[in-house]
């Protein structure tokens, strides 16, 4: 973190250009046409004033690269030699890496090879080669996608690796070869044109082979994909998300087709936020795998019966995930592929955009046209509300009522009492499931021969606020700003000490006076954080926080450092002691009074349900201690209450 220079680290993918003491250029994630993009050499901050992206060196390369925070540390490392010292695995755990890191090496091995095949050998460009011509895929796309092809001979693969000192154990754990009874290898893509799959980080895991020619018609299997090896299992990976990650976070939308073809000639046609499944049913996996870039999936199929069923597969784990789900069916005798090579990309996304519906819509419209039958009526409605029911989002979730209500024909309330009902079934299953998993555990528990009892589980701890408050956030920014700024001289503490008091230190003696503290977590570890450090050598809250090793803490420091709008240094303002300290007192007053109405509240439900006299009169006098301290304290805010 000390070492990344995040001007050096920006312009990597960035063109940057001195404007005074920060640096300027185009921002990376949305369609920037003036330059928006700030990055601070000073603070070690990028901003972009336009779509409100700002961070440090580590942010830029997890957002840029839509790669995890290790995984971006790991990044940095490599560009500035720094060795990374992890801890010592056991052995079973070093046995697992070893083959993992093994059949990683192989695969990347083989997808080279397959590619030189496909450049370089004569058959690969009288066959392979020719076959991509024959789809229209330009040189550019095929490298992006390392497309190539596979040798007719089945041991050409096997006997090349095994010149190069690849083991046959690897070969086979790959699943790029199988063996014959005689112990000999095979190419299990021999003859076929080769599609590498990459994980998010580019990495080679499987490899899908595709027959040609005149040896596709009539044979069931067209296609063949690497069977689950240690580093590939096909419901956790999807085709294509290495290539579209970047153009999926830009534009906050995800295109989901069926085929590696679909995927090849969106990409080659100007759509690159594009992914396919390829042909399996959608698994939570891959749905989290696409939310940590969009909640906004558009389901991308063809028009005919078979595009249709693929779109109504997953779409109710899609919404049981949050995404956002839109579904566009092509035209007749039209898939992604054909689309794509026959428009333009703007012509493609206008066509999106206009045809594109959103699930309740499609489902609607698909389950219910032209059913009179009441009884099927009556299961189409059932399935649509079902639907609606695994909504999280109850503001969202009413929202597809109302919706269906007025597109169905039928009373709000009646819609909401079913979809009830299926919510509560679904907890109800949730229950049992739960319930016959610890019967079964201690079952296995009673069957072993020694048993070691469990700890305790620690107690629930009290519920925190899901998000921070504004009024936390804004007492939290002043601690990040002058977290390290002398505000008190001279001030005598309980223990008789007297010692200068930073702004931190104030907050935090100022909030304990009153046995108070900030609610979330994170505010939390903010503050006691800074008055830990405060008198540390060279300590700077502002550069501590956003250059903090916990990627929530410099997100949140980033984000409170870097101003909301572009102001030059010339005229950015530099408050003076007096006014940090008239601010810092009144949002400690405003969360006192944030405190006892919410206090008030909780001592009027308590009174509702008082039990006896007794505890009734001791409630409402302390709500009247309370109203007096309200008073008090809106007074001094000069508010009336």
Same mark, same amino acid.
């Given at each position: 973190?000390?070492?990344?220079?995040?001007?050096?680290?920006?312009?990597?993918?960035?063109?940057?250009?001195?404007?005074?003491?920060? +640096?300027?250029?185009?921002?990376?994630?949305?369609?920037?046409?003036?330059?928006?993009?700030?990055?601070?050499?000073?603070?070690?901050?990028?901003?972009?004033?336009?779509?409100?992206?700002?961070?440090?060196?580590?942010?830029?390369?997890?957002?840029?690269?839509?790669?995890? +925070?290790?995984?971006?540390?790991?990044?940095?490392? *490599?560009?500035?030699?720094?060795?990374?010292?992890?801890?010592?695995?056991?052995?079973?755990?070093?046995?697992?890496?070893?083959?993992?890191?093994?059949?990683?090496?192989?695969?990347?091995?083989?997808?080279?090879? +397959?590619?030189?095949?496909?450049?370089?050998?004569?058959?690969?460009?009288?066959?392979?080669?020719?076959?991509?011509?024959?789809?229209?895929?330009?040189?550019?796309?095929?490298?992006?996608?390392?497309?190539?092809?596979?040798?007719?001979?089945?041991?050409?693969?096997?006997?090349?690796?095994?010149?190069?000192?690849?083991?046959?154990?690897?070969?086979?754990?790959?699943?790029?070869?199988?063996?014959?009874?005689?112990?000999?290898? +095979?190419?299990?893509?021999?003859?076929?044109?080769?599609?590498?799959?990459?994980?998010?980080?580019?990495?080679?895991?499987?490899?899908?082979?595709?027959?040609?020619?005149?040896?596709?018609?009539?044979?069931?299997?067209?296609?063949?994909?690497?069977?689950?090896?240690?580093?590939?299992?096909?419901?956790?990976?999807?085709?294509?998300?290495?290539?579209?990650?970047?153009?999926?976070?830009?534009?906050?939308?995800?295109?989901?087709?069926?085929?590696?073809?679909?995927?090849?000639?969106?990409?080659?046609?100007?759509?690159?936020?594009? %992914?396919?499944?390829?042909?399996?049913?959608?698994?939570?996996?891959?749905?989290?795998?696409?939310?940590?870039?969009?909640?906004?999936?558009?389901?991308?199929?063809?028009?005919?019966?078979?595009?249709?069923?693929?779109?109504?597969?997953?779409?109710?784990?899609?919404?049981?995930?949050?995404?956002?789900?839109?579904?566009?069916?092509?035209?007749?005798?039209?898939?992604?592929?054909?689309?794509?090579?026959?428009?333009?990309?703007?012509?493609?996304?206008?066509?999106?955009?206009?045809?594109?519906?959103?699930?309740?819509?499609?489902?609607?419209?698909?389950?219910?046209?032209?059913?009179?039958?009441?009884?099927?009526?009556?299961?189409?409605?059932?399935?649509?509300?079902?639907?609606?029911?695994?909504?999280?989002?109850?503001?969202?979730?009413?929202?597809?009522?109302?919706?269906?209500?007025?597109?169905?024909?039928?009373?709000?309330?009646?819609?909401?009492?079913?979809?009830?009902?299926?919510?509560?079934?679904?907890?109800?299953?949730?229950?049992?499931?739960?319930?016959?998993?610890?019967?079964?555990?201690?079952?296995?528990?009673?069957?072993?021969?020694?048993?070691?009892?469990?700890?305790?589980?620690?107690?629930?701890?009290?519920?925190?606020?899901?998000?921070?408050?504004?009024?936390?956030?804004?007492?939290?920014?002043?601690? %990040?700003?002058?977290?390290?700024?002398?505000?008190?001289?001279?001030?005598?503490?309980?223990?008789?000490?007297?010692?200068?008091?930073?702004?931190?230190?104030?907050?935090?003696?100022?909030?304990?006076?009153?046995?108070?503290?900030?609610?979330?977590?994170?505010?939390?570890?903010?503050?006691?954080?800074?008055?830990?450090?405060?008198?540390?050598?060279?300590?700077?809250?502002? *550069?501590?926080?956003?250059?903090?090793?916990?990627?929530?803490?410099?997100?949140?420091?980033?984000?409170?450092?870097?101003?909301?709008?572009?102001?030059?240094?010339?005229?950015?303002?530099?408050?003076?002691?007096?006014?940090?300290?008239?601010?810092?007192?009144?949002?400690?007053?405003?969360?006192?009074?944030?405190?006892?109405?919410?206090?008030?509240?909780?001592?009027?439900?308590?009174?509702?349900?008082?039990?006896?006299?007794?505890?009734?009169?001791?409630?409402?006098?302390?709500?009247?201690?309370?109203?007096?301290?309200?008073?008090?304290?809106?007074?001094?805010?000069?508010?009336?209450?």
């Amino acid at each position: 973190m000390d070492t990344a220079d995040i001007v050096e680290v920006v312009s990597e993918f960035v063109t940057l250009q001195k404007r005074g003491t920060s +640096y300027k250029g185009l921002c990376p994630f949305h369609d920037d046409r003036t330059p928006s993009f700030s990055v601070s050499p000073s603070r070690g901050v990028y901003k972009c004033f336009a779509c409100g992206k700002a961070g440090n060196a580590v942010n830029f390369v997890m957002e840029h690269e839509q790669m995890t +925070y290790v995984e971006a540390l790991k990044w940095l490392a *490599r560009k500035y030699n720094i060795e990374i010292k992890e801890r010592e695995l056991t052995n079973e755990e070093k046995k697992q890496q070893g083959e993992r890191e093994s059949v990683l090496i192989v695969n990347e091995w083989a997808a080279g090879y +397959y590619e030189r095949v496909l450049h370089e050998d004569r058959d690969g460009q009288a066959i392979g080669m020719q076959y991509w011509r024959s789809r229209g895929f330009r040189d550019d796309v095929i490298q992006r996608f390392r497309l190539g092809y596979a040798p007719a001979q089945r041991d050409a693969l096997p006997k090349a690796a095994q010149a190069k000192g690849y083991k046959n154990e690897y070969l086979l754990a790959s699943g790029l070869c199988g063996q014959r009874e005689n112990g000999e290898l +095979y190419d299990r893509f021999a003859g076929r044109v080769i599609f590498p799959w990459f994980t998010v980080s580019g990495k080679v895991v499987a490899f899908g082979g595709r027959l040609l020619d005149a040896r596709t018609k009539g044979v069931a299997q067209k296609y063949v994909n690497s069977p689950d090896t240690p580093v590939y299992h096909k419901d956790h990976e999807l085709y294509g998300i290495f290539q579209a990650k970047k153009a999926i976070a830009k534009y906050d939308c995800v295109y989901m087709v069926e085929g590696y073809t679909d995927v090849i000639s969106m990409h080659q046609c100007g759509i690159e936020n594009v %992914v396919a499944n390829s042909g399996t049913a959608l698994s939570v996996h891959q749905i989290r795998l696409l939310h940590r870039f969009t909640s906004n999936i558009v389901l991308l199929y063809d028009g005919d019966e078979a595009g249709i069923h693929a779109a109504m597969r997953g779409t109710d784990m899609l919404l049981a995930e949050g995404m956002n789900v839109r579904v566009l069916l092509l035209p007749d005798q039209e898939d992604p592929d054909s689309f794509a090579r026959n428009h333009t990309a703007a012509d493609f996304r206008a066509y999106i955009e206009q045809h594109q519906t959103d699930f309740m819509e499609f489902k609607t419209n698909l389950m219910l046209r032209g059913v009179s039958d009441p009884v099927k009526r009556s299961e189409a409605i059932n399935n649509i509300v079902k639907s609606i029911s695994v909504i999280e989002d109850p503001i969202k979730r009413a929202s597809f009522v109302k919706d269906c209500s007025q597109r169905i024909g039928i009373a709000e309330q009646t819609l909401i009492r079913q979809m009830n009902r299926f919510i509560r079934q679904d907890k109800e299953q949730e229950y049992r499931d739960l319930q016959r998993k610890e019967r079964q555990e201690q079952a296995q528990a009673a069957l072993a021969p020694e048993t070691v009892a469990a700890p305790a589980p620690a107690a629930t701890p009290a519920a925190t606020p899901a998000v921070i408050t504004q009024l936390e956030y804004l007492i939290v920014e002043e601690v %990040v700003r002058y977290g390290e700024r002398v505000i008190l001289n001279n001030v005598e503490l309980d223990d008789g000490q007297v010692c200068d008091l930073t702004l931190a230190e104030y907050v935090d003696q100022d909030l304990k006076l009153d046995g108070l503290q900030l609610r979330h977590p994170l505010c939390r570890q903010m503050l006691e954080e800074a008055v830990a450090h405060v008198h540390d050598d060279d300590f700077v809250a502002s *550069r501590y926080f956003s250059l903090h090793p916990d990627v929530e803490v410099s997100r949140l420091g980033t984000q409170m450092v870097t101003d909301q709008v572009h102001v030059s240094e010339s005229l950015r303002l530099n408050p003076t002691t007096e006014q940090i300290v008239r601010h810092i007192q009144h949002l400690l007053i405003d969360f006192r009074l944030e405190f006892v109405d919410r206090t008030l509240k909780e001592l009027k439900t308590a009174m509702l349900s008082a039990s006896n006299g007794e505890q009734l009169q001791e409630l409402q006098a302390q709500y009247m201690q309370y109203l007096q301290l309200r008073a008090e304290f809106a007074k001094r805010l000069g508010r009336t209450v």
